[in-house]
């Protein structure tokens, strides 16, 4: 057992690795897309919209295929899914294509958030969860890391960029099929339910029904914050503090290292004192964090605020234990899949709606907007239940719970 929970740890790393350098490749590759097809800055952020749209369809899709043909299936289909249409922008002919083939990458992407956050809920115990969960997660800024080397490599050829980063997908699926065994809670449940087919209906009826709706409004609020936040904050530097580029640059990388402790360093947190708990006070320190940035015009203190701003992002990697607890087995990818990734879906338009704000009251004001949308969040989580060891059992099977622990 052991030995299938550090295979899933590190397989399931690898596969969220490679889903946030799909994600991450393509706003690193913007200019270089748009000069080649002559496309307007609308266009272009359609195509990021595009993406965080097919991400909330996966919501239903990945969560489907998890939780009635297994995890290890439907994170080989999200992986194949996603590096096949990645693939195919080598060869895309317009926009109309390109929109489209984003919007189906976008299925795969969400996917793989929603079977990783399963399997490592169904595989390591309720004492190490937290900061299990949070360490797979944290290969989104680990990602974005290895999406500006792979740019770096590749730009201005953004075609063959996206045709090797499609193509090297291979890896994780290779990984997966090779050492990855089914999650045997699942085996065990799919065994008892025989003939019950798992839609979305499972955890929009009956008593999960406030459970899901509430951790889908506490995602939709914080990743609205997060993707308005981070989208912007370059642009915020560089336009309203007067930020050279190159410090522009160090601020992003600086941001990701603050990210990934903060992942690892929260998850650790989220073990001791509870997921729910750790949650609440990331948001808070996000939503205090981004007035900071608002009125402050010191550059240097400017800058070497990305690393706090980043680590109290922490909050993404501790929902995929937090909201996987939620659910029982039954109908585990299905519920934290819909929560999370509806969330991404809403969110999608937060960049966009930032934008049109800021016109008004600046980026700062916009910033100050989104330090509201996670503190908002907060409340929302303060009406969920609490779930750990060291909280309460969740909404899901009892027995699950004191098995985990």
Not at 104 to 127: D, K, Q
Not at 192 to 204: A, F
Not at 348 to 362: H, R, S
């Amino acid at each position: 057992m052991r030995s299938t929970q550090w295979i899933v740890l590190g397989g399931c790393f690898l596969a969220y690795l490679f889903d946030a350098l799909e994600i991450v490749l393509l706003s690193l590759s913007l200019p270089a897309i748009r000069h080649d097809m002559g496309l307007s800055a609308t266009q272009a952020g359609l195509l990021a919209t595009a993406t965080l749209l097919g991400i909330g369809v996966s919501s239903v899709a990945g969560g489907y295929v998890a939780d009635n043909f297994g995890r290890k299936k439907a994170l080989i289909a999200s992986l194949l899914i996603f590096g096949v249409f990645t693939a195919a922008l080598a060869v895309v002919p317009n926009f109309a294509v390109f929109l489209l083939l984003r919007f189906l990458a976008g299925i795969g992407l969400g996917a793989v958030w929603s079977v990783v956050s399963a399997y490592v809920v169904e595989t390591w115990p309720s004492r190490h969860r937290g900061r299990a969960a949070a360490f797979v997660i944290s290969a989104f800024p680990a990602g974005g890391a290895l999406a500006a080397v792979v740019s770096g490599q590749f730009l201005p050829d953004w075609r063959s960029m996206f045709l090797f980063a499609g193509t090297a997908v291979a890896v994780p699926v290779l990984v997966v099929l090779v050492f990855f065994r089914e999650s045997a809670d699942w085996v065990a449940h799919k065994a008892q339910r025989t003939g019950h087919v798992v839609t979305v209906r499972d955890v929009l009826d009956g008593s999960l029904r406030r459970t899901t709706l509430l951790g889908t409004l506490m995602a939709a609020l914080a990743l609205t914050g997060y993707w308005g936040a981070t989208t912007w904050l370059p642009t915020y530097l560089t336009a309203e503090r007067g930020l050279p580029a190159s410090d522009v640059a160090l601020f992003v990388t600086i941001l990701n290292i603050g990210m990934f402790l903060g992942y690892n360093g929260f998850g650790m947190v989220a073990d001791r004192i509870g997921r729910r708990r750790t949650i609440i006070f990331t948001l808070l320190g996000v939503a205090l964090t981004l007035p900071v940035y608002a009125f402050t015009t010191h550059q240097a203190s400017l800058l070497w605020l990305g690393p706090l701003f980043g680590a109290f992002t922490a909050f993404f990697g501790i929902f995929g234990s937090y909201l996987g607890e939620l659910f029982p087995t039954r109908a585990r990818a299905t519920g934290a899949g819909f929560c999370f990734n509806v969330g991404r879906g809403i969110s999608a338009f937060a960049p966009f709606g930032l934008a049109g704000l800021a016109g008004v009251v600046g980026f700062s004001g916009g910033l100050l907007v989104c330090a509201g949308f996670f503190a908002l969040a907060v409340l929302a989580t303060l009406s969920l239940p609490r779930t750990g060891a060291r909280e309460a059992e969740p909404v899901g099977d009892r027995r699950e719970v004191e098995a985990g622990a």
